[in-house]
């Protein structure tokens, strides 16, 4: 069982502004890249000849 001591209070992201000035950032390049890696792939292929592998 665990117990919160006073003297420690928990700090959530509301608290404390220098996390999400750090996270969304992140995420956002994170989420740039999951959408622009797979695009670039998708576009280098050849629309006729990718039928054909499927």
């Not at 220098?18 to 890696?37: D, E, F, R």
């Amino acid at each position: 069982m665990q117990t919160q001591i006073e003297s420690e209070p928990r700090v959530s992201a509301q608290d404390d502004p220098t996390q999400s000035i750090t996270i969304s950032p992140a995420t956002v390049v994170a989420g740039m890249l999951a959408a622009i890696l797979p695009a670039r792939r998708a576009s280098r292929l050849n629309v006729l000849e990718a039928p054909q592998y499927e």
